[in-house]
């Protein structure tokens, strides 16, 4: 009898580890680019704490949070978006927005090397965002232009760095 109940409580116990890392690695390593976000060109954001849509022309949201692997393989992209900016005097302003608190989300962005605004504790549900990475191109009225999710392709890389180029509407070629 004492075995049994001990081979019952071994097995539970392995079933409990079981859903634990599985739930674990979904989060961890489902691509967010397969995650359906709710959010849509035409939508329009509300009030962040932190943040005038009126004082820019454009603001490139990059919706990040600690953990998130395909934000660090994202990463050396946002470097050299930050540097295209730089260079060609782009109307768009580049922020970091978190879910995370303050000191996390600073130290993401610096560990990155992004030299970039950082707001925080913006949860995703406020912006209706589903995953992280979610880049979201916002006009001075707050509504959405347009919606990048997930790790981006070469072409998609290139369709941000031309859409936070713009002034307007009247768009420059990136260098």
Not at 109 to 124: C, D, N, R, T, W
Not at 130 to 153: E, F, H, I
Not at 164 to 171: F, I, L, N
Request: a neutral charge; aromatic letters at 6%.
């Amino acid at each position: 009898m004492k075995t049994k109940l001990e081979f019952v409580a071994n097995a539970a116990v392995i079933l409990l580890a079981v859903v634990i890392g599985v739930f674990f690695i979904k989060d961890r390593f489902a691509p967010s680019s397969t995650a359906s976000s709710e959010i849509k060109v035409g939508d329009r954001l509300g009030k962040i704490e932190g943040w005038d849509w009126a004082a820019h022309d454009q603001t490139l949201m990059l919706v990040l949070k600690k953990g998130c692997r395909f934000c660090q393989d994202s990463a050396p992209f946002y470097q050299r978006l930050l540097t295209q900016q730089k260079q060609s005097g782009s109307h768009a302003a580049i922020v970091a927005v978190f879910p995370d608190a303050a000191d996390v989300a600073k130290e993401v962005v610096k560990s990155e090397g992004l030299a970039v605004e950082v707001i925080s504790g913006v949860p995703l549900e406020k912006l209706n965002v589903a995953g992280t990475p979610t880049l979201l191109l916002v006009d001075r009225t707050g509504k959405v232009l347009k919606v990048w999710m997930g790790v981006l392709s070469p072409r998609q890389e290139l369709e941000v760095i031309k859409a936070a180029d713009c002034d307007g509407g009247s768009c420059r070629e990136p260098a």
